[in-house]
Nanobody
Framework: QVQLVESGGGLVQPGGSLRLSCAASGSIFSINAMGWYRQAPGKERELVADITSDGNTNYADSFKGRFTISRRNVNTVSLQMNSLKPEDTAVYYC??????????WGKGALVTVSS
């Protein structure tokens, strides 16, 4: 099993930047891919980006160019968010996908983009 804890959420002005981090614990060497999803009020949860253990990244089209995912080590992944817009306001969730196919989710971090 894997436990995930997000950090770095908060309030930021439009056009600003924010960096989210996710720390995994437990069976961390069983993790294949880690990624970020978000869910805005009234909307379904959507993929932002994910990254595999060998460094391959995958971005949803709407986030390419502004957001960057990186994996510092086996149990830590971050999401650098630039040029933030009010519509980026959402709860951002960290996800870990194990080699077995099992998924684990963090509890989420709220990002609010407002002046």
């Amino acid at each position: 099993q894997v436990q995930l804890v997000e950090s770095g959420g908060g309030l930021v002005q439009p056009g600003g930047s924010l960096r989210l981090s996710c720390a995994a614990s437990g069976s961390i060497f069983s993790i294949n891919a880690m990624g970020w999803y978000r869910q805005a009020p009234g909307k379904e949860r959507e993929l932002v980006a994910d990254i595999t253990s060998d460094g391959n990244t995958n971005y949803a089209d709407s986030f390419k160019g502004r957001f960057t995912i990186s994996r510092r080590n086996v149990n830590t992944v971050s999401l650098q968010m630039n040029s933030l817009k009010p519509e980026d306001t959402a709860v951002y969730y960290c996800r870990a996908n194990l080699y077995s196919g099992m998924d684990y989710w963090g509890k989420g971090a709220l990002v609010t983009v407002s002046s």
